[in-house]
């Protein structure tokens, strides 16, 4: 009776780990796309995807005194048409002198496709993941 109870409990086991596999790895690319976009700067997107067709930046003025707001647009060819990153130039707490670079937005060049989800970033320009 003991064996039964455990080959039961062993099979439902079994079928609960089979049935969350999927849902698991979609977790685990997920996590590293986010990852990888997270960490993204317009070096490295250079560094990985090499020259852009378009590189703009521009500074703009804030209402904190002698603060601007640095902005950086990385444009590149894809398989559907052209691909725009927006980069902010951000201080990492009010005042502060230490700035980063963050992804702001990214979306095709007439602004019609957004990339909202880490993997359609990734999907729209592979080579931001970096060499494989």
């Not at 997107?45 to 590189?55: E, L, N, R, T, W």
């Not at 950086?72 to 130039?89: E, I, M």
Request: charged share 20%; proline share 5%; aromatic share 8%.
């Amino acid at each position: 009776m003991l064996k039964i109870a455990g080959g039961v409990f062993l099979g439902i086991l079994g079928f609960f780990i089979v049935l969350n596999i999927p849902n698991w790895l979609a977790e685990s690319r997920e996590d590293s796309a986010r990852s990888v976009i997270f960490h993204l700067t317009p070096d490295a997107v250079i560094a990985h995807c090499g020259k852009p067709i378009s590189d703009q930046s521009e500074t703009l003025p804030t209402n904190t005194p002698n603060d601007l707001l640095l902005t950086r647009d990385l444009s590149y060819k894809n398989d559907v048409g052209t691909v725009v990153l927006h980069f902010l130039n951000v201080s990492k707490e009010a005042g502060s002198k230490e700035r980063f670079w963050s992804m702001n937005s990214m979306e095709d060049s007439l602004g019609v496709i957004r990339y909202d989800t880490y993997e359609s970033k990734l999907n729209a320009l592979p080579c931001l993941a970096g060499p494989k």
